[in-house]
C-alpha cells in the first residue's frame, strides 16, 4: 500500500528525532561501562556525557510521559493494534529510505540522518569482522521508528528505554519515581514483585513495554532468517534495566542468560557508532542490498 508523509508527520518525526539523539546521549554513560571485547569498544574514545540529573529537560520530560502512559492496558491494546492493522507492505531498503525521512535535511545543523546511524553501526560490526547477521542486526535495529509514521501515539511508545510491565516497575529504570503517575504502580498484581508473570518464566513469556524494539522485534520474528542472538540484539537493545543494570533475573531463564552476552556485545556498536565521518549510502548499498536479501523475503508486512 502507498506511503505518504505529511508535512506535520515530517514536523513530529524531527522532533522525534531530536528527543531521541538527546536519549542517545543519557545512554552513553550507561554503555560507557561496558567492556566488551570488541576492538572497536575498545579503541573507541569515550567522553564523558550529560548525566541523568543533568540531562536536558527533553529528556526528563520524555520520560515522565512515557512513565506514566506505558500501562499495562495500554500494552495490550497496542499489541491488538498491531495483529490487527495492515501498516504497509514493502522490502527492508525500501523501509530504510522511508525512515530516513524523518530528518529534517534543511537544518545543517541536525545529528546523523536515520540511514547513516544505520550503516554506521552495521559498518562498525563489519569492520570488525563479525558475522553477516550481527551486521543485518545493526543496519535493521532502529527500523521501528517507523511507527511515528503509522499513527503512533506520541514519541513515549516509540523511543526510551524499555521495562516489563505487569509487574513491580523496577529501581533500575531510569527516573523510577516518575512511574508513581502510572496506575499500575497502584495495582494489587501489577504492582508485586512477579505481578502476572511465574518465576523464570523467560522474556519471551514478559510484555516489554511497546516502542520501536518491541514493534520491529514483531514484525521481523516470522518474517526473517535472523538467529535468535539477532532478535535478541533488536528486541533488547533498549532494555538498560535487564542487559546493564542487571534487573529482571528473577524472570530470566537459561535462554536469556545464554543472549544476555549477544546484546551486551551489540550495545556498543549502537551508541558509538556515531561519528563526524560521513557515510556514502549510494556505494555502501549494493553489499547491504546483498546482505538484506539472504536474511528477509522481498516483501515484508509492517
Known amino acids: 500500500m502507498p506511503i505518504s508523509v505529511t508535512a506535520s508527520a515530517q514536523a513530529a518525526a524531527y522532533d522525534l528525532d531530536v528527543t531521541s539523539d538527546a536519549i542517545d546521549e543519557v545512554?552513553?554513560?550507561?554503555?560507557?561501562?561496558?567492556?566488551?571485547?570488541?576492538?572497536?569498544?575498545?579503541?573507541?574514545?569515550?567522553?564523558?556525557?550529560?548525566?541523568?540529573?543533568?540531562?536536558?529537560?527533553?529528556?526528563?520530560?520524555?520520560?515522565?510521559?512515557?512513565?506514566?502512559?506505558?500501562?499495562?492496558?495500554?500494552?495490550?491494546?497496542?499489541?491488538?493494534?498491531?495483529?490487527?492493522?495492515?501498516?504497509?507492505?514493502?522490502?527492508?531498503?525500501?523501509?530504510?529510505?522511508?525512515?530516513?525521512?524523518?530528518?529534517?535535511?534543511?537544518?545543517?545543523?541536525?545529528?546523523?540522518?536515520?540511514?547513516?546511524?544505520?550503516?554506521?553501526?552495521?559498518?562498525?560490526?563489519?569492520?570488525?569482522?563479525?558475522?553477516?547477521?550481527?551486521?543485518v542486526a545493526g543496519l535493521v535495529h532502529d527500523l521501528g521508528k517507523l511507527l511515528l509514521l503509522f499513527g503512533s501515539e506520541g514519541q513515549w511508545d516509540v523511543v526510551g528505554d524499555t521495562f516489563v510491565v505487569g509487574c513491580k516497575f523496577s529501581d533500575k529504570i531510569i527516573y523510577p519515581d516518575t512511574f508513581k503517575s502510572n496506575p499500575d504502580s497502584y495495582d494489587s498484581v501489577y504492582s508485586t514483585e512477579y505481578g502476572i508473570y511465574k518465576p523464570h518464566c523467560g522474556l519471551d513469556n514478559v510484555m516489554l513495554s511497546w516502542g520501536h524494539d518491541e514493534y520491529l522485534y514483531n514484525v521481523l520474528k516470522d518474517q526473517s532468517y535472523l538467529p535468535e542472538e539477532a532478535l535478541a540484539m533488536i528486541r533488547y537493545h533498549s532494555f538498560y534495566p535487564w542487559h546493564r543494570e542487571g534487573a529482571y533475573r528473577h524472570l530470566c531463564n537459561e535462554k536469556d542468560e545464554r543472549i544476555l552476552a549477544a546484546v551486551k556485545a551489540f550495545n556498543p556498536y549502537d551508541l558509538y557508532s556515531k561519528s563526524d565521518e560521513r557515510i556514502d549510502a549510494e556505494k555502501l548499498a549494493p553489499y547491504y542490498k546483498g546482505l538484506i536479501a539472504k536474511f528477509f523475503p522481498p516483501v515484508l508486512d509492517w
Open 27 to 135: 545512554n552513553q554513560i550507561r554503555g560507557r561501562l561496558w567492556d566488551d571485547d570488541s576492538a572497536f569498544d575498545k579503541e573507541k574514545e569515550k567522553e564523558s556525557f550529560r548525566d541523568y540529573d543533568n540531562a536536558c529537560d527533553r529528556v526528563k520530560n520524555f520520560y515522565r510521559e512515557q512513565h506514566e502512559k506505558q500501562t499495562m492496558a495500554f500494552n495490550i491494546k497496542a499489541r491488538v493494534d498491531f495483529k490487527s492493522r495492515k501498516r504497509g507492505r514493502m522490502g527492508v531498503w525500501e523501509a530504510i529510505e522511508l525512515l530516513n525521512t524523518l530528518v529534517d535535511e534543511s537544518d545543517p545543523d541536525t545529528s546523523l540522518s536515520q540511514i547513516e546511524h544505520l550503516l554506521q553501526t552495521a559498518e562498525a560490526i563489519r569492520r570488525d569482522g563479525k558475522p553477516e547477521w550481527m551486521q
